[in-house]
C-alpha cells in the first residue's frame, strides 16, 4: 500500500507543481511531507495576493485516508484553530459521523485529491462555517464586527508575505490560470476559466485511481 501511495503522491506532486496557485516542494525528499503555499489569486478575496505557508503530511494509507493539514503562520479564521489545524469536513476520516452529522459525501473519499483538498481550504478562507467554529473569537467577531474582522485578515496578509521565498515572482490575478512553462501545456486567461475552481488541473492521479480500483473489482470477481 506505502508504494502505491508513494506513485500516487509523486503523479500529484508533479501535476500541482505546474500550478501557479501554489507553491509546493517535497520537505527531505520525502514524499509524504509537503510544504505548501497557497497563493490567492481571486482578486475579490480578502486575503487576495498572500502566500499562505503550510505543511501536509501524508499517512501511508493514502488515498484511503486523508492527509494532515497545518498553516505555519496561524490565521485568524472561524474554522482555524490557534495552532494553525484546519476544521474542515474533506479532512475528516471517511465515513458520517453522527455526533456532527456530516455526510459522508462531505467528508474525505479516496476518490479526492490533494487538489481537491487545496482548493476547499481556499474556498473556506472566503466562506467561513460559522456554526461550529474552531476559533470561536473569531467567529463572533465575524458576526458582530465584520469591519474589525477584516483588518485581522489584512495583518494575517501582510505576515504571510514575509515567507515568500527570495526571488519568487508573485502571479496575479491576470496569470491565475497559467501553467508553468512546459512541453504541451497551454496558457489559459481568467476570464476563460471558472473562477471557482482556483486554477485547478487535471493529473494523472484519476487514471491511477481508476487503475487500482478495476484491479480490486477484478480479483473481487475472481
Not at 69 to 88: A, E, M, S
Not at 183 to 194: A, K, L, Q, T, Y
Not at 203 to 218: I, K, N, P, Q, T
Amino acid at each position: 500500500m506505502a508504494q502505491s501511495a508513494e506513485r500516487l503522491l509523486m503523479n500529484e506532486f508533479k501535476a500541482l507543481s505546474k500550478e501557479t496557485w501554489t507553491n509546493i516542494e517535497l520537505i527531505n525528499e520525502n514524499v509524504f511531507e509537503w510544504s505548501v503555499a497557497l497563493i490567492v489569486l481571486n482578486p475579490d478575496s480578502l486575503y487576495y495576493g498572500g502566500y499562505f505557508k503550510a505543511k501536509l503530511t501524508f499517512p501511508k494509507s493514502y488515498p484511503y485516508n486523508p492527509p494532515d493539514f497545518k498553516f505555519i503562520r496561524p490565521l485568524y479564521h472561524p474554522n482555524i484553530y490557534p495552532d494553525g489545524r484546519l476544521c474542515i469536513s474533506i479532512l475528516h476520516p471517511p465515513g458520517e459521523d453522527e455526533m456532527s452529522g456530516e455526510l459522508a459525501a462531505e467528508r474525505w473519499s479516496p476518490v479526492q485529491r490533494v487538489e481537491s483538498v487545496l482548493l476547499s481550504i481556499l474556498s473556506l478562507l472566503d466562506d467561513p462555517e460559522v456554526s461550529s467554529p474552531a476559533n470561536v473569537d473569531a467567529g463572533v467577531m465575524l458576526r458582530n464586527k465584520p469591519e474589525q474582522y477584516k483588518e485581522m485578515v489584512k495583518k494575517d496578509l501582510e505576515r504571510s508575505k514575509q515567507d515568500i521565498p527570495a526571488g519568487f515572482v508573485m502571479p496575479t490575478h491576470e496569470s491565475a490560470f497559467q501553467h508553468k512553462k512546459d512541453d504541451g501545456d497551454f496558457d489559459m486567461s481568467w476570464e476563460d476559466s471558472d473562477a471557482e475552481s482556483f486554477g485547478g488541473s487535471e493529473s494523472d492521479v484519476d487514471e491511477d485511481m481508476d487503475s487500482d480500483f478495476e484491479a480490486e473489482d477484478d480479483e473481487d470477481e475472481e
